[in-house]
């Protein structure tokens, strides 16, 4: 296998198990690596803690599905793509116009902070980072990382497609949920870029990068990358992109291709 200077990972459905928690056997592994590995996700900063708190030592991460870059070592923000106002109110206005039941939230506070409308459910999260909003305007009122689209009805796939084609290029659409949930971030900012940006800084070419991932917000980074490796769950569309497919997330397929490449 090619000699790989950077392992790219996202993280759920990929780096971790199903119940949220990262195997002994891949804990292992990691310590191993002897190149160094990111990871790249669509969670927000906020939620690194649950990760960082299994591992031996936090990993740099490209959050948002690359809208920020994040050395936890120094614990700082290196870098911050973000929806301005103006196109916020563009894209919130389209998205109401074509789908009347459309629940809208936002990341903001470089990810740090989350505010949705009072139909938004929050499934897990409650903390003081977490809020909804008092009136539709405030939904609007700061830039975000991220502009989150909920249906309680509509196919996850669907949904998708009618969000892209109701933004017509303005910004980008994404999905990495089970669920008709859809992340829509300003033009050009991808999990590609964001980790392109990361491994210009670093002296790290694309063909010298390892990718895992199992979504539809992972086919950018896959089809950058010089390997491009699909979780055994994976979705259909990350299997069209990728080079190769390993094991699911629950059988340790990162650990799994890792150990073998490396010889670990």
Excluded at 17 to 40: G, Y
Excluded at 129 to 157: G, H, N
Aim: aromatic share 4%.
């Amino acid at each position: 296998m090619a000699p790989f200077q950077l392992v790219a990972t996202d993280i759920d459905g990929t780096l971790i198990t199903s119940e949220r928690t990262i195997s002994q056997r891949t804990l292992d592994v990691l310590a191993q690596v002897p190149v160094p590995v990111v990871l790249v996700t669509g969670r927000p900063l906020r939620w690194l803690d649950q990760l960082y708190d299994q591992l031996p030592a936090p990993l740099p991460a490209v959050c948002a599905n690359g809208a920020v870059i994040y050395d936890p070592h120094t614990d700082e923000v290196l870098r911050t793509e973000s929806l301005p106002v103006d196109l916020l109110l563009d894209v919130t206005k389209r998205l109401r116009d074509t789908i009347p039941d459309v629940s809208l939230a936002v990341e903001v506070e470089d990810g740090r902070s989350f505010v949705h409308e009072p139909t938004w459910t929050i499934r897990w999260e409650h903390d003081h980072r977490v809020r909804v909003i008092a009136s539709p305007e405030e939904l609007t009122s700061v830039p975000a990382v991220k502009l989150l689209a909920r249906s309680a009805t509509a196919d996850p796939d669907e949904f998708l497609e009618l969000i892209s084609t109701t933004l017509g290029g303005l910004a980008e659409a994404t999905r990495s949920s089970s669920s008709a949930l859809v992340e829509i971030s300003a033009v050009g900012v991808t999990k590609a870029a964001g980790l392109a940006w990361l491994c210009e800084r670093e002296g790290v070419t694309a063909e010298q990068v390892v990718a895992f991932g199992d979504m539809p917000n992972d086919i950018p980074m896959l089809s950058w990358a010089g390997r491009a490796v699909a979780m055994g769950n994976a979705h259909p569309a990350l299997r069209a992109v990728a080079d190769e497919v390993t094991l699911s997330n629950d059988e340790d397929g990162v650990a799994d291709y890792l150990s073998r490449a490396f010889h670990l």
